[in-house]
């Protein structure tokens, strides 16, 4: 398979799964929406819009070639440890998940990092629109980030589009604003994450908003002492102080370099 071929799959399921679950949220919504839904996907897919035009050149030039140079050398930590199979596809998996897991609690507790993911969480709504909702600036950095990841480990071409793809379906559902009921979505929790799992992370209280970083299996909030649970009425009231921003595309981009506007 083409590079070509494997990242248009990864572009098929990120549409699919959208239109999935943006058809079970209209469906069976959990919250009722207070904004008018199509400004929010109109501004949410301007968003994703820039995103995808602008993300081409970092894959292209920066995550590609790394991605080529790791499978085609057999190079990196995995590889001493397992040859290609199933064991390092799993580990590799795992890799993955444990270092977003790292990205996503170091973008809350740096200053520098935290005024570009602040972007997404100035959002006081949450639904299938919010996982688009990321700065630009963020995508580059966790570009940067993620191929050091593959270069150190040696996660090859085929384990990290596989990752990326089940990444995207399970950001996807986990911002959907989905009805799920409470004993099913206490079971399913337990493993992964979960739209209120997630809910408890877009809070603005800022004891669960500061937690609750996974992004496909909750085990490791558990193993890295982050978790913790919000109260439903804490659930209600979801984003930031800021409630100016929420929608408005330059102020967003903008954001980061802003140093009039708090960040908190
Ligand atoms: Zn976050
Ligand atoms: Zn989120």
Do not use: C
């Not at 986990?174 to 009921?181: C, G, L, P, Q, T």
């Not at 500061?210 to 085990?219: D, K, L, R």
Request: charged content about 20%; overall charge positive.
């Amino acid at each position: 398979m083409t590079i070509e071929t494997l990242t248009s799959l990864k572009l098929s399921f990120f549409i699919l799964g959208f239109i999935l679950f943006f058809f079970l949220e209209t469906k069976y919504s959990n919250r009722a929406w207070k904004t008018r839904r199509y400004k929010r996907l109109l501004f949410h897919s301007a968003v994703a819009l820039i995103n995808t035009v602008i993300m081409r050149l970092p894959v292209l030039f920066i995550l590609m070639p790394m991605l080529l140079l790791v499978t085609e050398n057999q190079f990196g930590l995995l590889y001493l440890v397992a040859d290609y199979n199933i064991l390092k596809f799993i580990m590799s998996f795992l890799i993955l998940d444990i270092a977003m897991y790292w990205w996503h609690r170091f973008n809350h507790k740096n200053q520098f990092l935290w005024r570009f993911h602040f972007v997404h969480h100035v959002d006081t709504h949450m639904d299938v629109g919010t996982s688009l909702r990321f700065h630009i600036g963020e995508l580059i950095l966790s570009t940067l980030y993620k191929s050091v990841i593959i270069l150190f480990f040696g996660i090859s071409l085929a384990e990290f589009l596989f990752y990326e793809i089940i990444l995207v379906l399970s950001i996807q559902f986990h911002h959907s604003n989905i009805r799920i009921n409470e004993k099913f979505d206490a079971s399913l929790s337990k493993f992964i994450v979960t739209p209120k799992y997630h809910t408890n992370h877009h809070t603005r209280v800022r004891k669960s908003r500061e937690a609750n970083y996974a992004s496909i299996f909750t085990i490791w909030d558990k193993i890295f002492l982050s978790y913790e649970d919000a109260t439903d009425a804490d659930r209600e009231v979801m984003g930031l102080e800021n409630r100016e921003i929420e929608l408005n595309l330059i102020d967003n981009l903008y954001h980061p370099f802003n140093k009039k506007v708090d960040s908190d």
